[in-house]
Every structure is written in structure tokens, then in C-alpha cells.
């Protein structure tokens, strides 16, 4: 059985921080992970992504220099430093699995198979 558990969402003043993490179990292998972000009214879409055994990082040009993707092994957690937070961050932010495999951009949400319940952000 395995779940993802996000948490770290809050309210923060535009230009403040906030860390998010996802808890992974259940998994046996991991490949791409990811967070997304969905504001009301708008479709979901892909903030930073990593490949988990290379260290491949990935970020949407609107968080480049801002956000940064980590992971714990240990702990089978991903984690989410954001910085120089604005207003167009505000959204819920899902943190994805992809066990397997994928060739192509991990920051679509077409190769995720497990999501998280979201964790919300609001500056």
C-alpha cells in the first residue's frame, strides 16, 4: 500500500519562505518525484521534479532561482524549499511517484502514478 503524505503548507508574506515535505512509503523503487501546484480556477501544474537515484533536478521557469527540489533517502522524503515567495504561488501543492521508468519531461503529470492530498499555500 503505498501513500504520500505532504505537509509544511501555510500562510506566509510575499517575499517569505516555506518548506514543504512529502512522506513516501509502500514504494519499493522510485524513479521521478515531483510536486505540482493547482490554483483555483487554474489547471494543475509542474513546480520542480528530481530523479531519485541521479539527482536530476527540474523546475518550472516561474521558480527557477526560488525553489529548490531535495530528498532524503533515509527518511523516503522529498522536500520543497521555496523562497522569494509571491502572490502566483498560492495553490495547493500535490507531491507525485513515478515507480517506474519514464523517458520524457517529469514536469508533466501524465507519468505520475500516486499522488499525494495536497498541502496549501498562500501568500
Known amino acids: 500500500h503505498v501513500q504520500l503524505v505532504e505537509s509544511g503548507g501555510g500562510s506566509v508574506q510575499a517575499g517569505g519562505s516555506l518548506t514543504l515535505s512529502c512522506v513516501m512509503s509502500g514504494y519499493s523503487s522510485m524513479y521521478f518525484m515531483g510536486w505540482f501546484r493547482q490554483a483555483p480556477g487554474k489547471k494543475r501544474e509542474g513546480v520542480s521534479c528530481?530523479?531519485?537515484?541521479?539527482?536530476?533536478?527540474y523546475y518550472a521557469d516561474s521558480v527557477k532561482g526560488r525553489f529548490t527540489i531535495s530528498h532524503d533517502n533515509a527518511k523516503n522524503t522529498i522536500y520543497l524549499q521555496m523562497d522569494k515567495l509571491n502572490a502566483e504561488d498560492t495553490a495547493m501543492y500535490y507531491c507525485?511517484?513515478?515507480?517506474?521508468?519514464?523517458?520524457?519531461?517529469?514536469?508533466?503529470?501524465?507519468?505520475?502514478?500516486?499522488w499525494g492530498q495536497g498541502t496549501q499555500v498562500t501568500v
Open positions: 507525485a511517484v513515478r515507480p517506474s521508468p519514464w523517458v520524457g519531461s517529469c514536469l508533466v503529470d501524465q507519468p505520475y502514478n500516486d
Open positions: 528530481i530523479r531519485w537515484s541521479a539527482d536530476n533536478t
